[in-house]
């Protein structure tokens, strides 16, 4: 990780550091459409290839070194090739990777599943291949135990990219932004309130028709604008009123906020999770997880006896699939341990307050801050008042104030110093070290050095 020439400005550097990646980006251009493989990985002029990763290290075809905050999504915990994990699937892939059959290694997993999370403790799980997948089953498992169609969800909370769960993610989000190729009629039974509002939620929820009420317990986006422990205890207690089903989706949380998820931070316990990312050990696999009677709709005999319309229907080539099961158990078993987390959310606390303090030495307005205490998020124009969300306006308020200056100009100053940010978010794993923090932190002084330079940050300065 060579210093950056002072001369350069910060896209042409990107540029000139990065011409076998812009090489490769030319040739994708041409295979995919948006020229990358998801959404999110989208980045101007071209995003950086990567050619190997290992602990909280990256490096890319034109021979950067990187520390890494994407951390596979944030399935990466244990950060890149983790020798148990990796050992694990090395030898699971020597003795076949696809049976066509049950396997024991599906059992010890969901064994795993079940002593950590506490709403799985003497339920049942269900594979699935995506968090994508698991949501969607969970919103299907609601629907058939309850008999209702509506569900309730929260305006900018992610869940997948399905039909039912896309709208309400983006603005304007009553009316479906972002949902092109969605067909009306999935937004009809779909009810989008603001987080943090018990009004709004009593409103949604009066009428006694609500099938479940599905939410990311950190807060939108991984934590992005947190969740009230208040609202949440309120929001299960309405569940329970209105005998609606209770859906966290832990698909980030999960075995992150603490080795049973959000729902063991907040000590809270939701009718039924789901899980993704972590649960796989970096490897594709999700799950829904929960109480007997609800996830019993997924079964042969005691399906019929609830609903005449029988069973939940689940196929899926890859559910339970043997690399992935060995990946998440091996995952889990270390998760079982009981250090990880502990280590990851003191990280965290000192990665916000370490970057907090470089925002407060160059006085400029912005923030670092988490949901998940082991994700931390990062956003110019805006003080704690602004993440105190609880309706569509300020909503509306929050991501009109979070500037992304100079197209996207903070994440390419950081490329050029070794750091790679998952776009302005940065999640951690036990392979970050201190050492790492306050490098990245020493980069971040240094790129928002010359982002004022640059003229890039004159609306955030402070008198
Ligand atoms: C909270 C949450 N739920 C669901 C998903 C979807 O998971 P997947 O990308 O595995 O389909 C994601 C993905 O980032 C997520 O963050």
């Avoid at 049976?99 to 003497?122: C, D, F």
């Avoid at 690399?323 to 995952?331: E, F």
């Avoid at 606390?349 to 907090?356: A, S, V, W, Y």
Wanted: net charge neutral.
């Amino acid at each position: 990780m060579e210093g950056c020439s002072k001369t350069l400005r910060i896209e042409e550097e990107y540029v000139q550091r990065h011409k076998t990646s812009k090489a490769l980006y030319e040739k994708a251009r041409n295979l995919f459409p948006r020229g990358v493989t998801h959404d999110s990985r989208y980045m101007r002029p071209f995003p950086i290839y990567i050619t190997r990763a290992k602990g909280c290290r990256k490096w890319d075809v034109d021979g950067n070194e990187y520390i890494d905050y994407w951390m596979g999504h944030g399935a990466l915990i244990l950060g890149h090739l983790h020798p148990i994990v990796t050992e694990a699937v090395l030898d699971q892939a020597k003795k076949g990777t696809h049976y066509g059959a049950s396997h024991e290694l599906e059992i010890q997993w969901a064994e795993k599943i079940t002593k950590l999370v506490p709403s799985a403790r003497g339920g049942f799980v269900e594979f699935t291949s995506s968090g994508t997948e698991a949501t969607s089953m969970a919103l299907r498992l609601a629907r058939a135990y309850t008999g209702s169609k509506k569900i309730v969800r929260f305006a900018g909370h992610f869940h997948g990219w399905h039909d039912y769960l896309l709208p309400g993610y983006q603005a304007p989000y009553k009316a479906g932004g972002g949902c092109a190729g969605i067909p009306e009629e999935a937004l009809q039974n779909i009810v989008v309130i603001p987080p943090n509002n018990v009004e709004a939620l009593e409103d949604a929820m009066k009428g006694g028709d609500v099938a479940g009420v599905i939410l990311e317990p950190s807060g939108a986006s991984m934590g992005h604008v947190p969740m009230e422990g208040d609202f949440l205890r309120k929001l299960r207690s309405l569940t329970e009123k209105y005998q609606s089903v209770l859906i966290f989706d832990e698909v980030v949380t999960g075995f992150r906020d603490a080795p049973g998820g959000a729902q063991e931070a907040y000590g809270i316990i939701p009718d039924l999770t789901t899980l993704g990312k972590i649960v796989g050990g970096g490897y594709p696999g999700a799950a829904v997880t929960g109480k007997r009677d609800i996830m019993g709709m997924l079964d042969y005999e005691l399906a019929p006896k609830r609903s005449r319309l029988g069973k939940v229907p689940h196929p899926g080539t890859f559910n339970a699939n043997p690399q992935s099961a060995a990946a998440g158990n091996a995952c889990l078993g270390i998760i079982a341990e009981g250090k990880v987390n502990p280590y990851v959310n003191a990280l965290g606390e000192k990665m916000k307050k370490r970057l907090n303090e470089v925002f407060d030495e160059l006085r400029i307005k912005g923030m670092a801050w988490g949901g998940s205490p082991s994700i931390v998020n990062i956003g110019f124009g805006i003080s704690p008042e602004d993440i105190k969300v609880s309706s569509f306006d300020d909503l509306a308020r929050l991501s009109k104030l979070l500037g992304n200056p100079g197209d996207g100009a903070l994440n390419k100053a950081m490329i050029n110093r070794g750091v790679h940010f998952m776009g302005q978010r940065a999640i951690l794993s036990v392979a970050h070290t201190e050492t790492d923090i306050e490098f990245t932190v020493n980069a971040f002084r240094d790129s928002l050095k010359q982002m004022l330079d640059e003229g890039l940050l004159n609306q955030y300065r402070l008198k």
